[in-house]
């Protein structure tokens, strides 16, 4: 029983990680129809932010504010990236898709040359380097706190698209870009948004990720970028409450798979991405909310 | 020449190219300061590419002009900002959003005219939390148009809007284009010649990406030898 306690808190954790990535790429693909290959590198921006804050700042609070610093960082190099690289592009898909891979490279690079290619230990506060007991099961506390962030992250979504402006024109432009243009909206200033706010909430993945591994590496946020690209494409392209449904049905069954198939697990979740683009090849949902 | 006499839209010698293929060959015609336009051809002769083309959808050339300005090649929602209203063909209202939803994203200004367009089509008052993608057809004809009505516009560009629709609806459509166009000069791309001949002051006919007739819409309609010629469709009296 505690084994099963345990596969299920470590799977929500995963979950909710791959929900934080998966989201901002979710509505950056649903609005821009940009597949977003660096969205990786975001997440390694938001580690490293964090990381070197926390060298600042020690401590709890330390920490929080590390996250905040990690998802500034993180919006920044997403809102430049977007402005400076992707926006001249968006009329020729294909340039644009190896400007992100290149992104991707090159920002995976930059990291590796400013800190070294070796993972670093990421320093966290001692709440989180425990565990809880949980009928039996030590669960790491890091799982609750990427379960928390991710479900306040999932609110915050979710009452954005529903209830203001931007919500608005983004569940709009994910069904019709030219229409919103045509009812005299600047959808392009859409687009910088949901970069922003998938840049901000890759670098708080990012920040996540430190205490979640215990260190952190350049290439850490592009190895976990295939499962977020695995999440989209179930959830279906542009909903952020598909990508919710759908890095729950990835993280759980990733764990579970690891221990009771010996570490089937990132086999298992292809399979599950190719029965449901089978059975339901435009993801479990259609919709952005 | 009294500036009221001056077109409000001039288009000269449009010109669009799709992979080589010339759909528009030089299109040229005006759209007066009032009443309603309506530019006819039969299928695929480049109507709804000429709306496209004007509001900056797909990449022209020549010359298209308000108030002598010119507009081609400016971005689609700056146009529209600046009071060109677009009805596209086939409505594309966004089936995800309520009725009211789609009315508050179309809203140019802070003080939207929602009586007029209740007014028109009190339906879509009492259906505002229906998500739109469930409406019959001819009440997302009437979203679509809405859209465009709740705002303050220079020149209507509206595209097919009876397509598909019910007569009774048709009715509908008709009388409220009418209305709108008290109050706004409309450039109407449209098939149906019941509502042409009801609504159209001037008439622009396009064959093969030309024009090939301009004057007004009852001397085109009046003729049905010409009617025949250019539309390929008798405008008898029961044609309605």
């Not at chain 2, 929602?77 to 959003?97: K, M, N, Q, S, W």
């Amino acid at each position: 029983m505690s084994t099963l306690i345990l596969l299920t808190c470590t799977g929500l954790g995963l979950a909710a990680l791959y929900f934080l990535i998966a989201s901002g790429l979710s509505l950056v693909f649903g609005l821009a129809d940009v597949l977003n290959f660096s969205h990786g590198v975001l997440i390694s921006v938001g580690s490293y932010g964090a990381w070197w804050l926390t060298g600042q700042v020690g401590g709890g609070a330390g920490y929080a504010v590390a996250l905040v610093f990690g998802a500034i960082c993180g919006a920044l190099a997403g809102t430049i990236s977007e402005i400076v690289l992707i926006r001249p592009l968006y009329r020729r898909p294909m340039q644009q898709i190896l400007v992100t891979v290149g992104l991707s490279i090159a920002g995976v690079a930059l990291l590796d040359a400013a800190w070294g290619a070796d993972s670093r230990l990421f320093p966290r506060p001692a709440w989180l380097r425990h565990t809880t007991d949980l009928g039996g099961a030590l669960v790491p506390n890091v799982t609750f706190l990427l379960i928390a962030v991710a479900l306040v992250v999932l609110a915050m979504l979710l009452a954005m698209l529903r209830w203001t402006r931007l919500g608005l024109v983004i569940r709009a432009g994910v069904e019709d870009r030219a229409m919103v243009a045509a009812l005299g909206i600047d959808v392009r200033r859409a687009f910088t948004l949901v970069f922003t706010i998938g840049g901000a909430l890759a670098g708080l993945a990012g920040g996540l990720c430190g205490a979640y591994f215990g260190s952190i590496s350049p290439v850490q946020g592009t190895s976990l970028l295939i499962f977020a690209i695995i999440v989209v494409v179930i959830g279906g392209m542009g909903s952020v409450a598909g990508s919710a449904v759908a890095a729950l049905a990835v993280g759980l069954l990733q764990q579970f798979m690891n221990y009771y198939a010996s570490s089937m697990g990132d086999i298992c979740v292809v399979a599950l991405l190719a029965v449901v683009l089978l059975v339901r090849p435009r993801g479990l949902t259609g919709r952005t909310a | 020449m009294n500036p009221a006499d001056t077109p409000l839209l001039t288009v000269a010698d449009l010109r669009v190219d799709f992979g080589g293929t010339q759909i528009l060959q030089g299109v040229t015609f005006e759209v007066p300061r009032a009443g309603i336009t309506a530019m006819l051809g039969r299928n695929g002769v480049g109507k709804t590419t000429t709306l496209r083309a004007m509001i900056g959808e797909v990449p022209a050339t020549g010359r298209v002009e308000i108030d002598g300005r010119s507009i081609l090649g400016r971005p689609t929602h700056t146009l529209v900002a600046d009071g060109i209203g677009y009805v596209p063909e086939d409505r594309r209202v966004f089936g995800g959003l309520s009725v009211a939803e789609n009315l508050r994203l179309a809203e140019r200004t802070d003080t939207p005219d929602y009586r007029t367009a209740y007014q028109l089509f009190p339906e879509l008052k009492q259906r505002a939390r229906q998500r739109a993608g469930t409406l019959s057809g001819g009440q997302q004809q009437m979203l679509a148009l809405a859209r465009v009505l709740i705002n303050p516009n220079r020149l209507l560009l509206v595209d097919e809007p009876t397509k598909g629709l019910a007569p009774k609806v048709v009715g509908e459509v008709v009388e409220a284009l009418r209305r709108a166009a008290e109050a706004v000069p409309v450039l109407l791309v449209e098939q149906n010649l019941a509502a042409v001949r009801r609504l159209a002051d001037q008439a622009v006919v396009l064959a093969a990406g030309r024009v090939v007739w301009r004057g007004p819409g009852a001397d085109l309609l009046a003729d049905a030898d010409r009617t025949r010629t250019l539309l390929g469709v008798g405008s008898s009296k029961g044609h309605r």
